[in-house]
């Protein structure tokens, strides 16, 4: 045999076979019953719920303000206060916006839970939709606090869910602030800007407010793989997708990227755009309505709320400051706040005082005869 | 007096008190090495701070070694020299507590240079700050907790320590027998959160012991 026929037969060999009709019939098959699966299990899913339906005719009406709660006699005095501390708490800030409340109930029953040989009671607190479902319920401890907690947790997401998809898809949170951010806040921030894969947040911690823009989303990038990162950060994201089995990677196209084309890298992570996160937690967007809390004073969420427009636009209004101000000041808390060390304190260091005297006082009243 | 038998102790102590000297002047230097050249920040953190057991451990051992080296003298010569000086026993006590204790401060003061040494290097990462002050201040109290405890036990008699002793394994068996009867009741975490939880004798060494953070 030739050279060249022994090369040809080779390659043959080498080339993925093509996959039979009767193969690919079969996985069409299988996707099918797969699909099948999945609709059996939306449609059981959903029956039970529908069966978790209650009747709240005999519950008893709680309203305070824009909230509506349906609570059980017996919990009426809890959801009555967990609804007042809500609606006190969020009222300076969150204003007329609340009234976006008005269209939704909550209900705040009790539960039985078996454990070992007695009932416990917990309490259970969901948002109740139009057809009588129990929203994403949540059992806890009868508490006040801790059902305040929930409720203004549940609030906090109902005002979210109704402002605008551009923005709820921008702040990426379930919930929206319902207090100014924690110095450790600041410090995951600094963690956050200084570990993140992309070298536009590190520009950021720099001090290029453009490039926090970018990083925090608030300047929509049209082209995240050059916008976020540098081609060294492309180079070696593009080897962490190959390592991965999910991801479908030309190898050819990968080996020419590590050998130094840059476009290639480029062009692998246009094609697998969706495995590039964000350059820094999504959390910041929400410090940054935090500290337009601070800002804007009373009302600056009832501002954030109630203005029609992009996420940069709610948060001008809520700060009544220009976006890279608030994004100045944001950056400088981020630098700038530090924690006191946890390594010692004054209560460390008087116990340990305390006992170190107590042992040398065990020594000192010791016996001379052995 | 002091002079005296601080220079006796010394002898009897300086070889432990050097080694834990190197050991402490070494150790945020080898944490340094160790979290050099990773990748981010958070990174560097996790690694430096993986080395905090170090620092416990350190002090600890060091606060026991000093302690017995305190009292090796005079139970080898079965406290005959004690018996012999013009001082009250609880004088003697105290007057070798004291030399025992200043000799944690080389060791404190070779991990505050170790530190400072760290810093110096300029490795660093960016955003990042030591807390020389503060990790030395704690292993100064932790190995004094630790010396306090041991010289206590090594001042007292066979029998309190035998107490001592029994008391532990009491513990350890109730435990066990707990176990056995199937009580649902974690004895030693108790008295292990009474003992390492504020203000408990073990409290400073427990938490994190960090030179590089936030």
Redesign the interface.
């Given at each position: 045999m030739s050279s060249a026929r022994a090369l040809a037969l080779l390659i043959a060999l080498g080339l993925p076979q093509p996959i039979a009709a009767q193969k690919i019939r079969m996985y069409e098959q299988r996707l099918d019953s797969l699909a099948a699966a999945q609709r059996f299990a939306a449609a059981a899913r959903q029956a039970y719920e529908l069966a978790q339906r209650r009747d709240y005719t005999r519950f008893d009406s709680v309203v305070v303000g824009p909230m509506r709660i349906r609570a059980t006699p017996a919990l009426n005095s809890l959801a009555q206060s967990g609804a007042d501390s809500v609606v006190a708490s969020l009222k300076p800030q969150y204003g007329r916006a609340l009234d976006a409340l008005v269209g939704h109930v909550f209900v705040v029953r009790d539960e039985q839970v078996r454990e070992g040989d007695r009932n416990a009671s917990y309490v259970v607190i969901a948002e109740v939709a139009a057809d009588g479902r129990e929203l994403e319920p949540q059992v806890v401890v009868p508490e006040v606090g801790i059902v305040r907690n929930v409720l203004l947790s549940k609030t906090l997401r109902t005002l979210l869910a109704n402002t605008d998809s551009a923005f709820v898809n921008w702040l990426h949170s379930t919930s929206l602030p319902s207090d100014t951010a924690s110095s450790q806040a600041w410090?995951q921030a600094?963690?956050d800007?200084?570990?993140?894969?992309a070298i536009v947040s590190r520009h950021c911690?720099e001090g290029d407010l453009a490039a926090c823009r970018v990083a925090l989303g608030l300047t929509p990038s049209r082209d995240p793989v050059m916008d976020w990162l540098s081609a060294a950060e492309r180079r070696q994201i593009v080897h962490q997708l190959d390592d991965r089995y999910w991801v479908r990677m030309d190898r050819e196209a990968a080996r020419i990227c590590y050998g130094g084309s840059d476009s290639t890298c480029a062009a692998l992570l246009h094609a697998s755009r969706e495995f590039l996160p964000d350059p820094i937690a999504t959390l910041r967007r929400s410090e940054l309505f935090q500290l337009a809390m601070v800002s804007g004073g009373p009302g600056a969420m009832e501002r954030a709320l109630l203005t029609r427009g992009t996420p940069e636009q709610r948060l001008v209004a809520a700060a009544r400051l220009p976006a890279d101000s608030i994004v100045r000041r944001w950056l400088t808390l981020v630098?700038d706040v530090?924690?006191p060390?946890?390594?010692?304190s004054p209560?460390?260091?008087a116990?340990?005082?305390?006992?170190?005297l107590?042992?040398?006082a065990?020594?000192?009243?010791?016996?001379?005869?052995? | 007096m002091f002079r005296a038998i601080a220079a006796t102790q010394w002898k009897s102590t300086r070889t432990t008190a050097l080694l834990a000297a190197v050991a402490a002047f070494s150790l945020p230097i080898a944490a340094l090495q160790a979290a050099r050249g990773v990748?981010?920040?958070?990174?560097f953190?996790n690694i430096v701070q993986g080395w905090s057991a170090g620092y416990a451990l350190l002090a600890a051992g060091a606060g026991l070694l000093l302690a017995l080296a305190a009292w090796g003298p005079d139970h080898q010569g079965?406290?005959v020299y004690?018996?012999s000086l013009p001082i009250s026993?609880?004088r003697y006590?105290?007057l070798r507590?004291g030399a025992g204790a200043l000799f944690i401060g080389p060791i404190a003061l070779a991990l505050f240079f170790g530190a400072l040494t760290v810093i110096a290097t300029g490795a660093i990462?960016?955003?990042?700050?030591a807390?020389p002050?503060?990790?030395t201040?704690?292993f100064l109290?932790?190995a004094?907790?630790a010396y306090?405890?041991f010289?206590?036990i090594?001042?007292?008699?066979?029998r309190t320590a035998a107490v001592i002793l029994g008391a532990i394994g009491a513990l350890l068996f109730a435990q066990f027998l707990l176990y056995t009867l199937d009580v649902d009741f974690n004895l030693l975490e108790r008295v292990g959160e009474l003992i390492f939880g504020?203000?408990?004798?073990l409290?400073?060494f427990s938490?994190?012991?960090?030179l590089i953070?936030?």
């Open positions: 410090l600094r963690i800007l200084l570990s993140s894969y911690y630098r530090r924690k060390s946890e390594d010692m209560i460390v260091a116990t340990s005082m305390g006992w170190i107590f042992c040398g065990l020594a000192y009243r010791s016996s001379r005869w052995r | 990748e981010n920040a958070q990174m953190i079965r406290h004690a018996l026993r609880s006590a105290m507590f990462p960016q955003g990042l700050h807390y002050f503060a990790l201040l704690r109290f932790a004094l907790v306090a405890i010289f206590a090594g001042a007292a008699t066979t504020n203000p408990g004798i409290s400073v938490g994190r012991w960090t953070d936030v």
